[in-house]
């Protein structure tokens, strides 16, 4: 079973709306950690933004924010008033403390284009 | 400026010709790790090491190995490379496994 699921292959937004990308994940361990990190088409990997199985409020960062929902497993990046520069891919990743070690899974990616 | 570096940043080579790629990163990270990137699949992890003289495998590590004799380093060696490793590595650090992870620019290998 896949461990952590982006289900949106592409997402369109227009510059200055929300948009909220999908991460659903996989797991029995009580111990994990969810990451969110981008990728623009000049390839490099950027860490957004993290969100403890144990953390009692959900993480935000500037314009983004993640909607933790542990009981339905999902870990949704929110990213506010869209910005040109927001166009890149979107890759969640999961870390089990206890199931797997240091080992860190990544979904498939969400690739986010802003319209001006 | 704290960085990751790989070198070499593309190469192109030919099927069974050792190749080693090297990672360096100067944050004084304990926790280092070796990522391939293929179209929809996302990063899949392929040897990480918790620190000096500790590795492990992750999910994809076969025809691949790796060394940690020194903290800042991490080479990721193909003894035998194949075309199905044609691929682009990334190489990334942090100060533990739950910490996020620096990347390094990645580097794009094609196995001929």
């Known amino acids: 079973a896949q461990k952590i699921t982006q289900t949106q292959p592409g997402m369109f937004v227009q510059e200055k709306e929300a948009v909220t990308l999908d991460c659903t994940y996989d797991t029995s361990d009580p111990s994990y950690g969810l990451f969110w990190y981008k990728q623009p088409s000049s390839g490099e990997m950027i860490f957004l933004i993290y969100q403890g199985s144990y953390d009692q409020q959900n993480a935000t960062e500037g314009r983004y924010s993640l909607n933790f929902q542990k009981a339905r497993k999902s870990a949704n990046l929110v990213i506010s008033a869209s910005q040109l520069g927001d166009s890149a891919m979107y890759f969640c990743?999961?870390?089990?403390?206890?199931?797997?070690?240091?080992?860190?899974?990544f979904g498939e990616g969400t690739q986010l284009t802003v319209n001006p | 400026e704290a960085q990751v570096t790989q070198n070499p940043r593309y190469l192109i080579t030919v099927t069974g010709k050792k190749l080693t790629v090297t990672c360096s990163q100067n944050?004084?990270?304990?926790?280092m790790s070796w990522y391939r990137q293929d179209p929809g699949l996302g990063l899949r992890q392929i040897y990480y090491?918790?620190?000096?003289?500790?590795?492990d495998k992750g999910d994809v590590p076969e025809g691949y190995k790796v060394s940690r004799k020194e903290k800042r380093n991490f080479p990721l060696i193909l003894e035998s490379p194949s075309p199905n490793q044609t691929s682009l590595y990334f190489c990334?650090?942090?100060?533990?496994?739950?910490?996020?992870?620096?990347f390094g620019d990645g580097t794009r290998l094609s196995i001929l």
């Open positions: 944050m004084n990270h304990e926790y």
């Open positions: 990334a650090s942090s100060w533990t496994g739950f910490q996020p992870q620096h």
């Open positions: 090491s918790m620190n000096v003289e500790v590795t």
């Open positions: 990743a999961m870390r089990e403390e206890e199931t797997s070690g240091s080992r860190l899974t």
